[in-house]
């Protein structure tokens, strides 16, 4: 499991992104995932912006970058995440 707010390069992560977002610069998307270590730590790991669906409330250090369930997702859409 990755540490909070401490992400490493995954290559695996970046290149299935280059595969389906070939063009796109992964700091130009926003990646909705409810896996910390599989997802969001990937994510962050390529410097993609993420936003973690965290319904159990496990990760609130994540503050902006998380929210409790879809509802909400409007809301984080605007935020700057970098």
Do not use: H, W
Not at 15 to 30: E, H, M
């Amino acid at each position: 499991m990755c540490q909070p707010l401490r992400f490493s390069f995954n290559p695996q992560f970046a290149t299935v992104l280059r595969k389906f977002v070939p063009s796109t610069d992964a700091s130009l998307c926003i990646y909705i995932v409810d896996s910390y270590t599989d997802d969001f730590c990937g994510a962050k790991g390529v410097e993609m912006k993420c936003i973690f669906i965290d319904s159990e409330q496990r990760y609130l250090e994540l503050g902006e970058q998380r929210i409790e369930d879809l509802f909400q997702i409007e809301d984080r859409l605007f935020i700057d995440q970098s």
